[in-house]
């Protein structure tokens, strides 16, 4: 009986603990992946947002994976001071302050964009997320959970064969692949791109996703230059042929003048 109630109230107190986080206040940044050189958009969201008077948050990034073109407020409406902008080379400030009680910050959506440029062939950008003000008219602190964002980059590669940057390191860890049909991984993390696409490899355990990759595969560049040596041979061809039939005709033309 006394082992019943314990779980009863173990039970009663996990589904409470997940029903308070679930609504507490959210900031969150989201996460996507490109190519070098590429750009793309981020979006920062609030949810479960219980009104505020002041928001302020600080996001840092790898300056040697991504560069920061520009940000926008796309929200924010109820703010008599509002701001984003980049202070240092790696990190991005927004700000936002209400001065009036009865103007409350109470946006529930995504509240801006940053648009970042992909600087590196491969490798990954954390977006890290810290919320430096989130309170009241009285400056009284609300609780709230963050959740940062990620930037991948997709590393080219040509069909043929690679290895992953990482070894297993435990009987429950696996690699995977997103699509045997572009790329296949073995159990020594052997790849082997088999056709142009796009693909995943990571590995993982039964619990988890330890790391992973995205590739964007594409043909080999040599039969390219195979295809503009045939180009160039054929051309060169068609001028000695051409020279040759200039010559035969010369030399018919002197032969009749000589007649």
Known sequence: MQRKIKLF???FFLLTGKVLASELPMIAIGSSS???????TIPITITNNPGIHSLGMKIRYDEEIIKYKEGEILSLANADMKGLEENSSHTITLYAISLSEEKKITDNDTIASLTFEVLAPSGKSNLELEVTNFSDLNHQKELFDTTSGLISVKEKVTVGTSTFPSPLE???ETYFSSNEEVAKIDEQGRITFEKPGEVTIGKKNQEELIEEMEYVVTEPERKTQTSKAWIFLMFLLLVIVFLFVIKKIYQKVSFQKNA
């Open 9 to 11: 109230f173990l039970l």
């Open 34 to 40: 490109a190519l070098q050189g590429e750009t793309v």
């Open 170 to 172: 435990s009987e429950e």
